[in-house]
Every structure is written in structure tokens, then in C-alpha cells.
């Protein structure tokens, strides 16, 4: 079983910069995927950004050029740098790993909230 933790949410102003990291933990397979999701009420569960165990990023066009992915491969940790917080970035954000190439498995942390303040 895989566990997922993250952390660094909380309330900033609009403009202002927060740094998430989930902390993954458990037997992963080495070729994987982890990605930040965010879900605002009333809407779905979007992509917000992944990256590879390969370093290839993907982000969603709402927040390119704001927000940067990275990660390390070695503790199994994933960050979410985000600067230039708009108000639409209010949600929940949810840590993700998956992977295909031995089975396929996809795991979830329990979220953590950032609120940004006009």
C-alpha cells in the first residue's frame, strides 16, 4: 500500500507564493508519474500539473508560467511551487502517483487547502 501526505497549503493574498510537497511513501514503482489535482466546490477534479520519474512536466494552461513542478526521485517527494496566486487558484489539492508499466496502480493523499484572498 501506498501512502500519500502532503503539506504547505493554507490562506495567502492574491499575488503571493505557497510551496506544496506530498511525501510518498510504500512499494512504488520506480517509473511513475506524480502530479498535483485540484478540485474547487461544484466543479471536477483537474490536472493541475505531473511530472515524470523522468523529469517531463505537464501543466494545465491556467497556470503555466506561475506555477513549477519538480521532484525528487530519491525520497519520493513531489513540490508544487506556486507564485502569482489568483483568487480561481482557491481549492483543494490533492497529491497523486500512478503508473502502467508493472500493473497499473493509482494512489491519492487526503488533500490539503489553499486559499487565496483578493
Known amino acids: 500500500q501506498v501512502q500519500l501526505v502532503e503539506s504547505g497549503g493554507g490562506l495567502v493574498q492574491a499575488g503571493g507564493s505557497l510551496r506544496l510537497s506530498c511525501t510518498a511513501s510504500?512499494?512504488?514503482?520506480?517509473?511513475?508519474?506524480m502530479g498535483w489535482y485540484r478540485q474547487a466546490p461544484g466543479k471536477q477534479r483537474e490536472l493541475v500539473a505531473s511530472i515524470t520519474s523522468g523529469g517531463i512536466r505537464n501543466y494545465a494552461e491556467s497556470v503555466k508560467a506561475r506555477f513549477t513542478i519538480s521532484r525528487d526521485n530519491a525520497k519520493n517527494v513531489v513540490y508544487l511551487e506556486m507564485s502569482s496566486l489568483k483568487p480561481e487558484d482557491t481549492a483543494v489539492y490533492y497529491c497523486?502517483?500512478?503508473?502502467?508499466?508493472?500493473?497499473?496502480?493509482?494512489?491519492w493523499g487526503q488533500g490539503t487547502q489553499v486559499t487565496v484572498s483578493s
Open positions: 510504500g512499494t512504488i514503482f520506480s517509473i511513475n508519474t
Open positions: 497523486n502517483v500512478r503508473w502502467t508499466l508493472w500493473g497499473s496502480r493509482e494512489y
